[in-house]
Structures are given as C-alpha cells and as structure tokens.
C-alpha cells in the first residue's frame, strides 16, 4: 500500500500560510509589543477576582451560552443579548464568522496593511483574499475600495477602524458609503474601539449587513481571552450554529463578569491611555528622523529614517519591546509602538532618541 507522505496530508493552502508570530517576551523588558493596556489590576480587584473564581465549579462544564457574561456586555454594548455571538478572543469569531458564510474560492476584501488574520485564517480556509492599499499615509483610500468591492464583488469586507497597525480610521460617512456598495457583510473590527471613543452600534438598526467585532483584549483583559460579534440577530443565529460550545472557559466567564461589573477602572485607564497617545505623539513627532502617522487607538505606528531593524534592536538592547513590521509590505522601517505608562513612554522616547542619534 502506498501512502501520501506527511506534509502531502496537509492542504496546500496551509502549507503556503506563515504562522502568526508573537513576540517572544522577558519579564524585564518594558512590553510595548502587543497593544495590551498597560495597567495591572488594583489589589482591591484581585482580591474580588479570587473570591469570585474561587466558587467556580471546575468539574462541571462553563455555561455554553455563557449567559450572565452576555447580559453584562449586552448592557454595556445597549444591544440585544440575542445579537451577540461571544468568541476566544475575536480571532475566534473572524474564523466563526468565515466558517459560517464563505466557501472556497470566494473573496475576502480588506484594506492594507491590515490584522493579519484576516487573510490567514481567509486563506487557511479556501478563500481568496485581497488587500486593497491605503493612502501613502495610511488613510483610507474610499475610491480605491469601492473600485475594488465592485470589481471582485466579495463576500466579507473587514475594516478595522481603528486600523491595526496604522492606528487610522474610516469615518462614519465612508463606512455608510461602503456599506452601500457591498454586496455582502461589512465587518467593522471595533477592537480599539474604545480608544477612539466611536462605535458603528447604532448603525445595526437599520444595517443588516452589517457586523461588529469587539475585544476585551485591548482594554485590560487580554488574559481573558473574550471577544464578541455583534448582528442583526438572524445572522447571530446561524453564526452560533458553528461556534463549539464551550469555548469560553468558566474562570474567564466568571473574571469578566466581575471586572466588566467594576467598569469604572476600566474606563478610567482607557482616558490615561488616550491622554498619554496624544503627549507620546508629540514626543515622537518632535525626535529627528522620525514619521509619525496619526492614531486613533493605543498604539503609534512611526516609521525611521535610519533602518527600521537596527533602531529596533537598538531599543531591545535598552530593554523595549516593540513592534517590528519592516517585513510587512508597504512598512518598510516602520516600527509600532503601544502607549503604555507615564514612565515607560518616557522611556521608550529616550531610549529611541538615542538609537537615531
Ligand atoms: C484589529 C484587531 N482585531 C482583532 C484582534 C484580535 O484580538 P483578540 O483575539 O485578542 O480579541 C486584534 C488583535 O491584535 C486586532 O488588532
């Protein structure tokens, strides 16, 4: 009996796939990689965290529907509980969303550069994907788009707004103009919504193709692993039908529900975190040799006069991680910083300054 060799057993389409690389991390490095927020949680909610995590029943299974979780983020979001779909991170939904209605040989349009994994998890499963560029300063290019949607007609456009890992936006009247053109879904990625103080919610009323990826990662609680999708309830409905049951773990449910029940701290490091965007901007605009490219999230894209990986392991070499996306097409020597605290930006500021010295 012959039989195929072992890599002939996997599908072409992910033999051609890179996997997603996240950088790997010391403890005594100031971390400035990964968009996290910044702050720890106080004392006060650790200890709220352990009385609560220490009633759960680890020998049962977590609540499929994790019910008491999507009440407390459907008050939060002023949605409908029905219209939520909650995912292992928003990762998860991405690939539960294009599980749900692409099959392959259909497209996938995203603006670009972009989160990749929009087009790896498009490509792992069969589908054709296809970058539409920003403008050369990574702002939206609306006729571009529209001449691309109406051309490769696809069935799902992402649009991350803000965009990682340009830190830009689309404005309301584009995605509407967008919306209007798009012969499928429009998923609006709000993961850092919440950095730019706007959300499309409202536009789910009367936009029934329209659907709503959020994350609790960028907001504090990348730990926890839980994103969610919002949408016209019919299309919830059938996007559930692919979700495995248990994907949300009890400990995460039960942290959730209480961090989200105690929100103030939450939206009060989001504020510290918008404040010091705007002095990190200024500091990094005003350094020789250094591009800035605005930003609406919790992060700063920059790009170098000098090479991009030199000044970036010259700021490792000092103890700060950032983000190198020199490889990514179109980012050549741009690095991407995440705001963190007062002190680590300042840092990061000096540390930079002497690298391009
Ligand atoms: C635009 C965007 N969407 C979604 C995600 C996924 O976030 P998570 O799976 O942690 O919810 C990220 C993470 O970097 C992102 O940048």
Known sequence: MTRPRLLDLIKPEVLNLTAYRA???????????????????????????????????????????????????????????????LGNGSDELIQLLLLATSAPGETV???????????????????????????????????????????????????????????????????????????????????????????MLPHLVDQERLIILGSLSKIGLAGLRIGYLVAHPTLAVEVEKVRLPFNLNSFSQTAAVVLLNRHERIDANIREVVRERERLMDRLSAIPGVETFPSAANFILFRTMRSGDQVFDAVLGQGVLVRNLGSVPGLQNCLRVTVGTRAENDRFVEVLTKALR
């Open 109 to 199: 349009v995203a603006p670009a550069p972009t989160f990749s994994m929009y087009e790896l998890i498009a490509k792992a499963q069969g589908l054709r994907f296809d970058g539409v560029p920003l403008g050369p300063r990574f702002e939206p290019d609306l006729p571009a788009l529209i001449e691309a949607i109406e051309r490769l007609r696809p069935k799902i456009i992402f649009l991350a707004t803000p965009n990682n890992p340009t830190g830009g936006t689309f404005s309301e009247a584009d995605i509407v103009k967008i919306m209007g053109v798009a012969p499928g879904l429009v998923v609006v990625d709000e993961a850092y919504g919440p950095y730019a103080g706007r959300t």
């Open 23 to 85: 950088e790997e991390t010391r403890p005594d490095l100031i971390k400035l990689d990964a968009n996290e927020s910044p702050f720890p949680l106080s004392e006060e909610l650790r200890q709220a965290l352990r009385d609560a995590l220490d009633r759960v029943d680890v020998h049962r299974y977590p609540d499929a529907k994790a019910d008491q979780l999507r009440a407390v983020l459907a008050a939060r979001l002023q949605t409908a509980p029905e219209a939520l779909v």
